[in-house]
RNA sequence: CGGACCAUAGCUCAGUCUGGUAGAGCGCUACGCUGGGGGUGUAGAGGCCGCAAGUUCGAAUCUUGUUGGUCCGACCA
């Protein structure tokens, strides 16, 4: 491609809104334009680079045994409704919707697995005919409260989804293990560092999952590690162990303490430890966070206790309220109880609830390490009112359930064994699922069995935010001076800068493009009436891998070769620099 | 959905407090000079100051409303 014809715009100002690195460098480089909020135009090179890494997608899912579909975006109303999380969806706002002219609602593909399942469901009547994989890369929407970070978080974005049937769960296993590798095998050839993490399954369902997380400070997900134990996972879910809490001793009896406007844990702490009660830190606290939950049966207020130092975690916590509701029962929302609601539960000003008799919760739930710890210091439920000597097996109110809703973090121990658990932020690139029946069930998606019986399909559903790996591409490959795509991905290979300005010099630049162009390099020759400055900033900028210059070296017959990446030019001559290419590009 | 802020040239922003001729840098156009890291000279083009009402002799500037956007939180395969 002759650059003179490719409208190169790049901005030398970073704009206003522009947040993380990916989103300034691909707007400062023309590889994408917001066309609104949450939307945005991929320009011709990024365009190219999406169809590369769509294309190692496509091979690899291929080679684990997936057939590319195209499923329609707009999905029926009905579909969804069969399945049950129409409402859910809707409550969480997370689908976007559409109304056609018969008033008849369809929703924008989100994800699609009712879709298929309805497909498969109607294709699939023996178990002969599995397991069976389709997948698709196509545009999926989100009803975004608030798009950011560029490409990041988006309303509208390219996904590749891919769902697997099977006839029992071995061969879910089977498959789930062969998609695993074909991440692995995708996000090495995208030339990207991806962590694979224990996951949430979230609202899709099922029985595990797993995230493919791309490294980068920018990064919205927490993810906790062990190098040595191989532990990953993500924190919304990951498990450790805490240091026991420090010694206090304590009588054991029941005593209520005057705590006039200490309603904060630390406060309370510092509170106490001036009143003479020695030793008390805030892991012998605790702690309780009020919850109002909505469910598809309705709101439910809800207690969480952890200790006084750590904090709930709420995908967890919603996860183990759902556990408490009937079958069938979805969770919402979960959202901090308001202070009106505060009062009305504990009778209290809000900081002083405990999970005594007094506690008027729907639903109340105490984290698993709360169970042998004790004595301890809670709320009364009364104001300026604290009890010590609390012991929560003892002196709790009825209907206590433990389960793990404690935040895990760094320092903590690894629940294998070892050493401490890390902390580093990720991007979430990838996530599979082992879906189970959820969805067949629901939607009478069933094949005759061997023993004649009829019985649903077993699933597994398998994501890749293509769109978002570019971004988070960037994130890990750039410098000062712009991006450095890898060069599976990149959207050309190799520029060919035409810094001379006499006859013959602009004649080589010439003839090593054709050479190149010939020998299938993916090759750009920048022949444009333009500074070399400014030609080096912009191809800096845009992270073409390979440059070749040809400018006052060929006063001696030579051409400048330098990688992107930490490269050092050289100086070849001319049949020399073309096979450097052609090496560096294979 | 709570809280904060912004809207002036294609982009980044001054000007608003204290009402009175519409500004800068970058970008763009033309013509020179120049060529190894966004070089330079001259001459230009480009704005209903988001929109709507109000106050005023007079509004980018003050008031109210409205619409979009941004940030923090909440939410989120």
Redesign the pocket.
């Known amino acids: 491609m002759r650059a003179s014809r490719m409208n ?12 993380i690195v990916s989103h300034q460098l691909l707007i ?2 023309g590889f994408i334009y ?1 066309s ?3 939307l945005y135009i991929y320009g011709p090179m990024m365009q190219r680079v999406l169809n590369k890494v769509r294309a190692i997608v496509t091979q690899e899912i291929t080679t684990a045994g997936g057939m590319e579909i195209t499923m329609p975006i707009m999905q029926e109303q009905g579909l969804w409704e069969s399945s049950g999380r129409w409402e859910e969806y809707q409550a ?3 689908m976007l919707t559409v109304t056609d002219r018969g008033g008849q609602t369809f929703g924008l593909a ?2 699609a697995e009712e879709v298929v399942t309805d497909y498969a469901g109607h294709l699939i009547n023996s178990h002969k005919q599995l397991p069976v994989c389709y997948f698709q890369q196509h545009t ?1 929407f ?1 009803d ?6 560029g490409l990041m ?1 988006v309303k509208e ?1 390219v ?1 590749m ?1 891919a769902y697997s049937f099977h006839a029992s769960d071995e061969s879910l296993s089977e498959t789930y293990e062969e998609m695993r590798q074909a991440y692995h095998r995708i996000f090495e050839r995208c030339g990207l560092q991806a962590l694979e993490v224990e ?6 369902g099922g029985s595990g ?1 797993h ?1 493919f997380m791309i490294a980068a400070d920018s990064g ?2 927490t993810i906790l590690f062990n190098r040595d134990s191989a532990y990953a996972a993500n924190v919304e879910r990951a498990v450790g162990v805490i240091s026991a809490a420090a010694a206090w001793t304590w009588s054991s009896d029941l005593v209520e303490v005057e705590t006039p406007d200490q309603g904060g844990i630390a406060d309370v702490v510092t509170f106490l430890g001036e009143k003479g009660y020695a030793g008390i830190a805030a892991d012998r606290m605790l702690k309780t966070v009020l ?1 109002t939950a909505e469910s598809t049966e309705g709101t439910h207020t809800v207690a969480a206790c952890v200790r006084g130092d750590r904090d709930v975690n ?2 967890k916590l ?1 996860n183990a309220i759902g556990r408490q509701l009937p079958e069938g029962v979805t ?6 109880m308001n202070e009106a609601t505060v009062r009305q539960v504990t009778g209290a000003e809000p900081g002083f609830a405990g999970p005594l008799a007094s506690l008027a919760v729907d639903i109340c739930i105490a984290d698993e390490t709360l169970e042998e710890i004790g004595p301890l210091v809670t709320g009364g439920n009364k104001t300026d009112m604290h009890i010590a000597g609390f012991d929560l097996q003892r002196d709790g109110r009825d209907g206590i359930i433990f389960e793990d809703i404690l935040t895990y973090q760094a320092g903590d121990a690894c629940p294998r064994g070892g050493g401490e658990l890390s902390e580093r932020r990720g991007i ?4 599979i ?1 082992k879906l189970g029946t959820k969805y067949s069930a629901a939607m009478g998606a069933t094949f005759t069995n061997e023993s004649n019986k009829q019985q649903p399909l077993t699933m597994g559903c398998y ?6 790996v570019l971004a988070a591409a960037v994130e890990q490959y750039h410098d000062d ?2 991006m450095q795509w890898p060069m599976n991905i990149a959207p050309y290979h190799c520029v060919v ?5 006499d006859d013959e ?1 602009k004649q080589v630049a010439e003839d090593i493009y054709k050479e190149l162009l010939a020998s299938g390099v993916e090759v750009i020759l920048d022949e444009r ?13 845009m992270g073409i891998p390979l ?1 070749l ?6 006063d001696n017959g030579t ?2 070769c ?1 990688a992107r990446v930490d490269g050092t ?1 050289q100086d070849l001559s001319r049949d020399e620099a073309i096979a450097w290419v052609q090496a560096a590009c294979k």
């Open positions: 190169i715009v790049t901005l030398r100002e970073t704009p206003a809104d522009a947040e400062r480089s917001k609104g909020s949450g969480t706002r997370t989100p994800t999926k989100r975004e409260i608030r798009p950011r970070f978080r974005f996904m989804d996951a949430d399954s979230g609202s899709i999952s995230e919205e997900d919850f709420d995908v919603s969770v919402l929302g979960l959202e901090s979430e690139a990838g996530h699922f994501g890749i935010g293509s769109s978002r001076n712009g800068v035409a810094a001379r300005k010099g009436k333009l500074g070399p400055g400014v030609k080096f900033k912009d191809w800096d900028l440059r210059v040809i400018g006052r070296g060929w051409v400048e330098k030019p």
